[in-house]
């Protein structure tokens, strides 16, 4: 999914609850502590991949922030100091909120623990728009599943923005038994979908396809560091 939001037509009355404190921070800022926390809500994310890994967003931040463009990471966290949610967000030519790696992912999400409910996720949204000053946001590349879509929608609401979203290019995802040869059970379930077998074809035309089956977090991680 796709979501386009639209200006704004009057002030957010809603704040976050007590427990939780929201906390929006400029790369220059969460750069000290970004590893950590990435690290840590990433890998009790149960929607977690590659596309929203420490190692990827980092780098993408490192990058973007170098070239001049506005990073923010909008971060949860408990009384404890535990780092629950993050939204990682970049301003567009200075106005327009987007995804951090809108460019470079499949899906963009944000990065939740399980007990993070949706109106938390989208307080944290709601609480960027206002302190990054955003006129627009544009997200694109929302995936149905896990709890990013309807954060955006409750934070937009939230802001008191108008909305829409619109369908948007699929992304499969493939389901596959973990028993015996995972690599080999990712093969025979590719092989079945004519979407997948086609999209395979393309890639192989690209210098350095390689086929790789991750199967534990461990090599995800190690698969976005290189």
């Not at 999400?109 to 728009?129: D, F, H, K, Q, Y």
């Not at 108008?162 to 389901?175: E, G, L, N």
Request: with cysteine.
């Amino acid at each position: 999914m796709t979501a386009i939001l639209m200006q704004p037509s009057k002030a957010s009355q809603t704040a976050p609850p007590a427990l939780v404190e929201w906390c929006v921070e400029p790369w220059s800022a969460f750069k000290v502590h970004a590893r950590q926390s990435l690290d840590e809500v990433w890998a009790r994310d149960p929607h977690a991949s590659a596309f929203a890994s420490p190692s990827l967003l980092i780098d993408l931040a490192a990058r973007f922030a170098d070239r001049g463009d506005k990073v923010f990471f909008a971060t949860a966290r408990t009384r404890e100091g535990q780092c629950i949610a993050v939204w990682p967000l970049m301003l567009q030519d200075g106005k327009s909120l987007s995804f951090l790696n809108e460019d470079f992912a499949d899906h963009c999400t944000c990065l939740a623990a399980p007990s993070v409910g949706i109106a938390l996720l989208g307080a944290g949204l709601t609480e960027t728009i206002c302190t990054t000053g955003a006129s627009a946001v544009i997200f694109k590349n929302v995936p149905p599943w896990g709890p990013t879509l309807a954060a955006v929608q409750a934070g937009i609401a939230d802001a008191a923005w108008a909305q829409r979203a619109v369908r948007a290019t699929p992304c499969p995802i493939v389901r596959i038994s973990t028993d015996d040869d995972i690599s080999a059970n990712v093969r025979a379930e590719f092989d079945r979908h004519k979407r997948l077998r086609n999209y395979e074809n393309r890639l192989k035309r690209e210098p350095g396809f390689a086929f790789e089956a991750l199967e534990d977090d461990t090599q995800v991680a190690e698969w976005s560091e290189d």
